[in-house]
Every structure is written in C-alpha cells, then in structure tokens.
C-alpha cells in the first residue's frame, strides 16, 4: 500500500498535494525541513516519556496545525500533558472487547470518504434513550482511538461531526450529559490531537434541541460554536455534506454506519492497533502539570482559551 492509502480513510487523488499547498509545504524539501525541526525538539524534550514518533505521524501534526511547527509542539506537548492529568479518558485500549456496551446505544463511525472539500465525516447514529455519565464517558474514550488513529493515518482538512438525535429523548440527554466531562474530552481532541473541527450537524425534530445547543456551545468556543447546525430533517443535511458518501441509515448511498462500526472496531481491535494505543496512552509528559491552569484541567469554570480553528 501506498504511504496514504487507508481502505477504511479513503482520500482524493489531489488531497494529499491540495491540503499540503494549502499550508505552503507542496514542496517535498519544505515538508521535510518543518519534520526536521519538529524531530529535533522532540529529543529534547526529556520530560516526555516518548519521543520517538515517525516521521509520518510528525508530518500530520504539521499538517494538523495548518503547517506550523511551532503549534504542532504546542499539540504535542498538550497532548502528552493531557494524558497524565485525564487518565481516565485513556485507560481502555482493546476497541473490540472493552466497549461492547455501546453497541445498543449508537453506531459510530468515521466514513470512508471525504467530503469535495477534504474534511472527513464521524457520525454518531443514536437510538436509545438509556443513557446515563457513564455511557457518555464510555463513548468518549472509544472517540479517543478512533482520533488516535485518525491522528497517525489520515490527511484530510478537517473533521466533520454528524450527531443524529432523531431517535433520541433530547431532555433526557442532557439529563445524562455532565458537562466537565465534556469540557475535558472536547479540550483532549482540540487542544491535544489538534483536531480542526469544520462543523457540527445536530439532526432532531426535537425543539429541545436548541437547550442542548445553547448548553454545549460555549464549550466549543467563538469560532467552531458558530459552525453548530441543527436541522429538523435528514434531507436538511444534504446541504452540507453530500448524501453519496453518507450511510445507508442517513438515507446516503454508502455502506451502513452498522457495517462501518463493525469494521472499525475490528480494525481498531488488532494486535497491533491495540499495542499501538497502550503505547500511545503511555506517551505522557512527566511535567504535565504546568499546562493544569491554563486549560483549566480540574474541570472547574469554562475554556475561555480553548479558540482552535
């Protein structure tokens, strides 16, 4: 297989080379150079516990913080940190045998293809009312591995995220939602994995849904709240992301969202995936608890310096 081919992480033939140009780092010396410099602060760094990334993973947090070496340490450092002062989110690794009490909650899944304009789409498709914290937790550190690999196999521009609630009790949701937990969780994949968040697509008839909304706005801050959508139908979505690439239960043209949680658990469940996310979870900073203030890690108050874009 090619360095970018991914049979569950499909790209474009041009995204590699467009979303590099759009960094300025089409140039394969430019590239390497900002890898250099990003593998040479990492050795010095000898209060994380590893340092020895691949030159492919160090090339996606470049690209994961829109070419900047200098914000791709920052993430890095965060997310090592992160790690050492929310070890809950990340003690469970084995995607296929720790989490088999979500399958009767939500499938979800990130779907093969991009969008035209490179992002790539996770969907939750929920349909039992029966949540409770700790099934909110649950899933939170299931996302964890699915943006662990995102973050050492894909390309893509940025991620778009599909919440369909239309099956769901929205009061009894909230209910359910405790929002330190949250906070912490959106902090981990913004500030820690990088993750540009391009939109987010809330799909319910409920009214209820704009208390949701109005609750987890502020928690995403001024600029990715502005990209938070409720539409009251499915077919109100097409005109955001397009239905051919959508699952069969969005009513898209693509392979059920049941199908796709079944591969990715099965994917993510490997010896070697499995090894990987211990190892990962592991890569923790021994200093973790200079960044505690700034992103206010104890879980109190809000992230008013939460802004990636």
Known sequence: MDFFDDVFLKLHP????????????????????????????????????????????????IIMTKGSVERAKTQISNLCSMRAVYPKFF????????????????????????????????????????????????????????????????????????????????????????????????CILMEGYGIRIAGVHIVSPSKAVEALVKIIKPLFGPKVSQRIHVHATIEALYDYVPKNILPSELGGNEESIAVLKEQWKDLLGTKENVNYMQEMSNAVSNEAYKIKDKYNLDGAGTFRSLSVD
């Open 14 to 61: 041009n995204t590699v080379t467009t979303v590099r140009k759009l960094y300025n780092l089409e140039k394969r010396e430019d590239m390497d150079r900002a890898i250099d410099a990003l593998e040479d602060w990492l050795k010095k760094q000898y209060h994380f516990t590893k340092t020895d990334y691949t030159r492919d993973f160090l090339e996606r947090s």
């Open 91 to 186: 003690e469970k690794c084995d995607a296929r045998n720790d989490f088999n009490n979500l399958d009767s909650i939500a499938l979800c899944a990130f779907l093969p293809k991009l969008t035209d304009d490179h992002y790539r789409v996770y969907v939750a498709h929920c349909y039992n009312e029966d949540i409770t914290p700790d099934i909110f937790l649950e899933s939170f550190r299931f996302g964890i591995l699915k943006f662990e690999y995102i973050k050492a196999h894909d390309y893509c521009n940025g991620i778009i995220g599909i919440l369909d609630y239309r099956k769901m009790n929205i009061m009894k949701l909230i209910a359910a939602l405790e929002l330190v937990t949250l906070q912490q969780f959106l």
